[in-house]
T-cell receptor
C-alpha cells in the first residue's frame, strides 16, 4: 500500500496571503489528522476529519480550517498568513474506527512565511 | 483537558548504554500507547506500541512497559547506537473517535 502523501512539500508565502495544503491518506483510511510542528517543538494538534466531518479540533485560531472529501483526501487552509505560521505541517491517517489505531504520518509540508 | 507528560525533554547517552523515556497520561480510558521516532527532516514513524491488556512488549533492542494503575508507560532502548539519535514521541489514545494525545517529545543524542 502506498503511504500517506502530502503536497506541496515546500511552500514560501508572504504575510497576509493564504495557503492550501493537501493530504492523501493510505487507501482505506477514513480519518485524517493535521498537526503543526515548529522547530524544536512537539506536535500541535490542529483538527481531525472523519467521513468528511470534523471530529476533533485543537486550539488554533479560525484562520486555520480544513475539509475532507468523499475519497478521504483532506485539505487544510490557512488564511491571512502570519510569520508565526512558518512550520512543518504534518497530516496523519488512520482507519478511524471505534478501536485504538495507529496513525501513519505523511512527509509534511514545510511552509515558510516571509 | 487530557494530556500526556513526557520526560526528559533531552537525553544524552554514550553508545552502548541504555536510554529510558517516561510518559504519564491523564485519561484513564486510554488503552493504546504508540511510540514514534522522528529523525531530522523526516516524518514521525511508529517504532513500537502497546495496548492496555499487556504490561510489556519487546522488539529487539526496544521495549515498552505500561503501568495502568499509575498511568505511566516507558520506552527502553538498550545497546544504543548513533542511528538511534532522534526525537521520540509517546502518545495515548482511547479510540472511538477521540483524538490521540502526544507528549512533547524527547531529543535523544547517542554519542559515539
Amino acid at each position: 500500500k502506498a503511504g500517506v502523501t502530502q503536497t506541496p512539500r515546500y511552500l514560501i508565502k508572504t504575510r497576509g496571503q493564504q495557503v492550501t495544503l493537501s493530504c492523501s491518506p493510505i487507501s482505506g483510511h477514513r480519518s485524517v489528522s493535521w498537526y503543526q510542528q515548529t522547530p524544536g517543538q512537539g506536535l500541535q494538534f490542529l483538527f481531525e476529519y472523519f467521513s468528511e466531518t470534523q471530529r476533533n479540533k485543537g486550539n488554533f485560531p479560525g484562520r486555520f480550517s480544513g475539509r475532507q472529501f468523499s475519497n478521504s483526501r483532506s485539505e487544510m487552509n490557512v488564511s491571512t498568513l502570519e510569520l508565526g505560521d512558518s512550520a512543518l505541517y504534518l497530516c496523519a491517517s488512520s482507519l478511524g474506527g471505534a478501536s485504538q489505531e495507529t496513525q501513519y504520518f505523511g512527509p509534511g509540508t514545510r511552509l515558510l512565511v516571509l | 483537558g487530557e494530556n500526556v507528560e513526557q520526560h526528559p525533554s533531552t537525553l544524552s547517552v554514550q553508545e552502548g548504554d541504555s536510554a529510558v523515556i517516561k510518559c504519564t497520561y491523564s485519561d484513564s480510558a486510554s488503552n493504546y500507547f504508540p511510540w514514534y521516532k522522528q529523525e531530522l527532516g523526516k516524518r514521525p514513524q511508529l517504532i513500537i506500541d502497546i495496548r492496555s491488556n499487556v504490561g510489556e512488549k519487546k522488539d529487539q533492542r526496544i521495549a515498552v512497559t505500561l503501568n495502568k494503575t499509575a498511568k505511566h508507560f516507558s520506552l527502553h532502548i538498550t545497546e544504543t547506537q548513533p542511528e538511534d539519535s532522534a526525537v521520540y514521541f509517546c502518545a495515548a489514545s482511547r479510540g472511538g473517535g477521540f483524538k490521540t494525545i502526544f507528549g512533547a517529545g524527547t531529543r535523544l543524542f547517542v554519542k559515539a
